[in-house]
C-alpha cells in the first residue's frame, strides 16, 4: 500500500508545485502590468514582434556621398505635365468656340457630368452668333490645378469656372487679366461632415455647430477632423480661410490667427492628399469628421445616413471667368452658353446631380484678396504639422525588375520632389532588393541633409530579389529609436516601388507592427501592381500614386505640400 500511494502522493506534489509556479508567474506578470493602458501593452508586444522580425533581416549600411542640390525656391507650378495629360470632356465641333476649363465636380461624367450634358447639348443645339455656327470645349481639372496652368502661363484657357471665387482672386493677385462674367453658373456649397454621435456630443457641450464650435472642439482634441491640402482642393482652401477667420476676423494672418492656426492644426490627424482617403479614414473610425461639398454628400446615401452636414465659408457656386483679353466673338460664344447653362431645364438637371441645394446659405466670408489668401497658403505649409515636426523615411525599391526606367522615375521623383520637403523635418532614406541598405540615416533635412540625400539617391542601382516588407520593418524601427529620442514628432513613411514582393517577410507578418504603431505608408508605383501597394497604405489610411502617369513629379509635390 505505501509503495501504491508514492506515485499519487508525487503526483498531487508536482500539481502543487506548477500551480504555484503558475500563480508566482502570473503574479509577477500582472504587477509588471499594473499601471498599463491597453495601448502601452500592445506597443511593447509590438515592440518584441519587430525585434524578432528585424533579426531575421541582413541590414546593410551605406557610406554618405554628397551631391549637388539646387538652392532656388521650387515651383509646383513648373513641374505641371502638358496639358494632353487632361484631354476634353467635350471637343468642340466649330471653328468658333471658347474653351472652359471647369472644377472636376461639374465636368466629369454621371452626377458630376452636369456641365458634360449641357456642353454637349450645346454643340448640338446648332447655335449660331452672327450667321456664324458655335461651340464648347470643356475640360475638366481640379481648380487648384488649373490656377496653376492659368498662372504659369503654360495653359491658359478662354474661361476658367472654379469651384468657388477664392481661386478667382488668386489667380487675378497674380496678374492674370480676368473679368468676373457670371457670379453663379449652379449652387452648391462646402460643409463640415460629422459623424451624428459625435454631433449630438459637441451640440450637447457647445449648444450649436458652426465653425467656430469646430475649431474650438479640435483645439482641445475632443474632435478628430480632416481636410484636403489647400493648395490643391477648393474645399480645403475655404476652410483654411474660414478657420483663419475664426482666430481673427480682421486680420486673417494676424499673430493670434497664426498662433490659433497652430494649435488647431496640432490636432488634426493628417491633411488628406484625396477626399476619397479621407473618406477612407472616417469608415475606418480614425475621424469623426472631414469637409466635402454638398452635391458630393447630396449623391452618397450612406453619408446621408451616418453623418450631419454643417456648410461653412464661401459658397461653391461655380462662377465663371474670362481670362485674357477675349475677343468680341469669344466673349458672346461664352455669354451664350452661360446663358443655355441656367435655362429652367438644365437648373432643374442639377439639383437632380446634387447641385442648387442649401440656396438659402449665406457665405460666413466676405470677399478675400487674393494676395491675402496666397500668403495664407504659405502659413499653412509653415504651420500644417501644428507644433510638430514630421519623421520620415523614404524606401527605395533597387530590385532587377525596378532596371531602366522605372528607377530613373523614381530617382527623378527624389530629386525634385525634395524641393518641397521643410528644413525643419527629419528625413532619411533607406533602399532594398534581397537585403536591405540604409543609406542615410534620419536627421533634420537641412542643406548638409538635402546633398547627403541627393548623392543617395544618385547612387541608386538595380539588381536582385524584392524584400519590401523587410524593407518597411526597417523604416519602422529607424523611426521608433527617432520619436523614442524625440516624442513630438510626426512619423511617416513613403514606399516607391513596382509592388512586386518575392523575397522576405510578408504583409502578414508584419502588419500587426504596422497597426500598432500606426505610421501611415505612402505609397508610389513605378509600372506597378498598384492592388499590391494600396493594401500597404490602406492599413493607417494613407494614399497610394500611380507614378506611370506623366505628373508624378507635380503629384508628389503635391503629396509632400499636403503631409510634409
Same mark, same amino acid.
Request: proline share 3%; aromatic share 8%.
Given at each position: 500500500?505505501?509503495?501504491?500511494?508514492? $506515485?499519487?502522493?508525487?503526483?498531487?506534489?508536482?500539481?502543487?508545485?506548477?500551480?504555484?509556479?503558475?500563480?508566482?508567474?502570473? +503574479?509577477?506578470?500582472?504587477?509588471?502590468?499594473?499601471?498599463?493602458?491597453?495601448?502601452?501593452?500592445?506597443?511593447?508586444?509590438?515592440?518584441?514582434?519587430?525585434?524578432?522580425?528585424?533579426?531575421?533581416?541582413?541590414? =546593410?549600411?551605406?557610406?554618405?556621398?554628397?551631391?549637388?542640390?539646387?538652392?532656388?525656391?521650387?515651383?509646383?507650378?513648373?513641374?505641371?505635365?502638358?496639358?494632353?495629360?487632361?484631354?476634353?470632356?467635350?471637343?468642340?465641333?466649330?471653328?468658333?468656340?471658347?474653351?472652359?476649363?471647369?472644377?472636376?465636380?461639374?465636368?466629369?461624367?454621371?452626377?458630376?457630368?452636369?456641365?458634360?450634358?449641357?456642353?454637349?447639348?450645346?454643340? =448640338?443645339?446648332?447655335?449660331?452668333?452672327?450667321?456664324?455656327?458655335?461651340?464648347?470645349?470643356?475640360?475638366?481639372?481640379?481648380?487648384?490645378?488649373?490656377?496653376?496652368?492659368?498662372?504659369?502661363?503654360?495653359?491658359?484657357?478662354?474661361?476658367?469656372?472654379?469651384?468657388?471665387?477664392?481661386?478667382?482672386?488668386?489667380?487675378?493677385?497674380?496678374?492674370?487679366?480676368?473679368?468676373?462674367?457670371?457670379?453663379?453658373?449652379?449652387? =452648391?456649397?462646402?460643409?463640415?461632415?460629422?459623424?451624428?454621435?459625435?454631433?449630438?456630443?459637441?451640440?450637447?457641450?457647445?449648444?450649436?455647430? =458652426?465653425?467656430?464650435?469646430?475649431?474650438?472642439?479640435?483645439?482641445?482634441?475632443?474632435?478628430?477632423?480632416?481636410?484636403?491640402?489647400?493648395?490643391?482642393?477648393?474645399?480645403?482652401?475655404?476652410?483654411?480661410?474660414?478657420?483663419?477667420?475664426?482666430? !481673427? %476676423?480682421? !486680420?486673417?494672418?494676424?499673430?493670434?490667427?497664426?498662433?490659433?492656426? @497652430?494649435?488647431?492644426?496640432?490636432?488634426?490627424?493628417?491633411?488628406?492628399?484625396?477626399?476619397?482617403?479621407?473618406? @477612407?479614414?472616417?469608415?475606418?473610425?480614425?475621424?469623426?469628421?472631414?469637409?466635402?461639398?454638398?452635391?458630393?454628400?447630396?449623391?452618397? $446615401?450612406?453619408?446621408?445616413?451616418?453623418?450631419?452636414?454643417?456648410?461653412?465659408?464661401?459658397?461653391?457656386?461655380?462662377?465663371?471667368?474670362?481670362?485674357?483679353?477675349?475677343?468680341?466673338?469669344?466673349?458672346? &460664344?461664352?455669354?451664350?452658353?452661360?446663358?443655355?447653362?441656367?435655362?429652367?431645364?438644365?437648373?432643374?438637371?442639377?439639383?437632380?446631380?446634387?447641385?442648387?441645394?442649401?440656396?438659402?446659405?449665406?457665405?460666413?466670408?466676405?470677399?478675400?484678396?487674393?494676395?491675402?489668401?496666397?500668403?495664407?497658403?504659405?502659413?499653412?505649409?509653415?504651420?500644417?504639422?501644428?507644433?510638430?515636426?514630421?519623421?520620415?523615411?523614404?524606401?527605395?525599391?533597387?530590385?532587377?525588375?525596378?532596371?531602366?526606367?522605372?528607377?530613373?522615375?523614381?530617382?527623378?521623383?527624389?530629386?525634385?520632389?525634395?524641393?518641397?520637403?521643410?528644413?525643419?523635418?527629419?528625413?532619411?532614406? &533607406?533602399?532594398?532588393?534581397?537585403?536591405?541598405?540604409?543609406?542615410?540615416?534620419?536627421?533634420?533635412? !537641412?542643406?548638409?541633409?538635402?546633398?547627403?540625400?541627393?548623392?543617395?539617391?544618385?547612387?541608386?542601382?538595380?539588381?536582385?530579389?524584392?524584400?519590401?516588407? !523587410?524593407?518597411?520593418?526597417?523604416?519602422?524601427?529607424?523611426?521608433?529609436?527617432?520619436?523614442?529620442?524625440?516624442?513630438?514628432?510626426?512619423?511617416?513613411?513613403?514606399?516607391?516601388?513596382?509592388?512586386?514582393?518575392?523575397?522576405?517577410?510578408?504583409?502578414?507578418?508584419?502588419?500587426? %507592427?504596422?497597426?500598432?504603431?500606426?505610421?501611415?505608408?505612402?505609397?508610389? +508605383?513605378?509600372?506597378?501592381?498598384?492592388?499590391?501597394?494600396?493594401?500597404?497604405?490602406?492599413?493607417?489610411?494613407?494614399?497610394?500614386?500611380?507614378?506611370?502617369?506623366?505628373?508624378?513629379?507635380?503629384?508628389?509635390?503635391?503629396?509632400?505640400?499636403?503631409?510634409?
Amino acid at each position: 500500500m505505501a509503495r501504491g500511494g508514492s $506515485p499519487k502522493k508525487f503526483l498531487i506534489l508536482l500539481v502543487a508545485a506548477v500551480f504555484v509556479f503558475a500563480v508566482v508567474y502570473f +503574479g509577477i506578470s500582472l504587477t509588471k502590468n499594473l499601471g498599463k493602458d491597453d495601448a502601452q501593452v500592445s506597443a511593447e508586444k509590438a515592440g518584441k514582434a519587430l525585434e524578432s522580425i528585424i533579426k531575421d533581416i541582413r541590414v =546593410n549600411q551605406a557610406d554618405l556621398v554628397k551631391g549637388q542640390i539646387d538652392l532656388e525656391t521650387a515651383e509646383l507650378k513648373d513641374t505641371l505635365p502638358d496639358i494632353s495629360k487632361y484631354p476634353a470632356q467635350v471637343d468642340n465641333t466649330t471653328d468658333a468656340f471658347v474653351e472652359i476649363i471647369s472644377s472636376t465636380e461639374k465636368a466629369g461624367s454621371g452626377t458630376d457630368g452636369w456641365l458634360t450634358k449641357v456642353a454637349t447639348d450645346f454643340n =448640338n443645339a446648332g447655335i449660331t452668333i452672327d450667321g456664324k455656327p458655335v461651340s464648347v470645349r470643356i475640360r475638366g481639372i481640379a481648380s487648384g490645378v488649373a490656377a496653376d496652368y492659368i498662372t504659369s502661363g503654360k495653359y491658359v484657357p478662354d474661361a476658367y469656372s472654379p469651384s468657388n471665387e477664392l481661386w478667382g482672386e488668386m489667380i487675378t493677385a497674380q496678374g492674370v487679366q480676368t473679368q468676373l462674367v457670371e457670379k453663379k453658373l449652379t449652387g =452648391n456649397v462646402a460643409g463640415i461632415l460629422i459623424s451624428k454621435s459625435k454631433n449630438d456630443e459637441l451640440i450637447k457641450k457647445y449648444g450649436a455647430i =458652426n465653425i467656430k464650435t469646430i475649431t474650438d472642439a479640435v483645439s482641445k482634441n475632443e474632435l478628430a477632423m480632416g481636410y484636403t491640402n489647400p493648395f490643391a482642393s477648393s474645399t480645403g482652401l475655404n476652410f483654411l480661410m474660414t478657420a483663419l477667420d475664426t482666430f !481673427d %476676423s480682421s !486680420d486673417l494672418l494676424s499673430t493670434k490667427a497664426v498662433q490659433g492656426f @497652430e494649435t488647431f492644426q496640432t490636432n488634426i490627424p493628417f491633411v488628406a492628399y484625396t477626399t476619397l482617403q479621407m473618406r @477612407e479614414s472616417a469608415k475606418s473610425g480614425v475621424l469623426d469628421g472631414f469637409i466635402l461639398e454638398y452635391q458630393s454628400y447630396a449623391n452618397l $446615401p450612406e453619408l446621408q445616413t451616418d453623418y450631419v452636414f454643417t456648410p461653412f465659408g464661401v459658397r461653391h457656386d461655380s462662377p465663371v471667368y474670362a481670362i485674357g483679353g477675349l475677343s468680341s466673338e469669344k466673349t458672346e &460664344i461664352l455669354k451664350a452658353f452661360i446663358d443655355y447653362a441656367k435655362q429652367e431645364k438644365y437648373q432643374r438637371l442639377a439639383t437632380e446631380y446634387g447641385f442648387n441645394h442649401l440656396n438659402e446659405y449665406i457665405p460666413e466670408l466676405g470677399s478675400i484678396n487674393g494676395t491675402v489668401i496666397s500668403k495664407a497658403q504659405k502659413l499653412w505649409k509653415e504651420k500644417k504639422n501644428g507644433t510638430k515636426d514630421i519623421c520620415a523615411v523614404f524606401i527605395a525599391d533597387v530590385s532587377g525588375s525596378m532596371a531602366g526606367e522605372p528607377l530613373n522615375k523614381l530617382k527623378l521623383s527624389l530629386l525634385q520632389g525634395a524641393n518641397y520637403i521643410s528644413k525643419d523635418n527629419f528625413v532619411g532614406l &533607406i533602399s532594398y532588393s534581397s537585403d536591405v541598405t540604409i543609406n542615410l540615416p534620419i536627421q533634420p533635412f !537641412d542643406l548638409t541633409q538635402r546633398s547627403y540625400f541627393a548623392g543617395a539617391v544618385n547612387g541608386l542601382e538595380a539588381n536582385g530579389n524584392t524584400a519590401t516588407f !523587410d524593407a518597411i520593418a526597417v523604416a519602422i524601427q529607424m523611426i521608433q529609436e527617432q520619436t523614442a529620442a524625440n516624442p513630438n514628432l510626426k512619423p511617416m513613411i513613403f514606399v516607391l516601388s513596382d509592388g512586386d514582393t518575392n523575397r522576405g517577410h510578408s504583409l502578414d507578418e508584419i502588419r500587426s %507592427s504596422v497597426e500598432a504603431y500606426q505610421i501611415p505608408i505612402y505609397t508610389i +508605383g513605378y509600372n506597378a501592381d498598384i492592388a499590391a501597394l494600396q493594401s500597404i497604405s490602406n492599413i493607417n489610411e494613407a494614399a497610394s500614386i500611380n507614378a506611370d502617369t506623366d505628373d508624378v513629379v507635380y503629384q508628389l509635390g503635391n503629396l509632400f505640400n499636403a503631409q510634409m
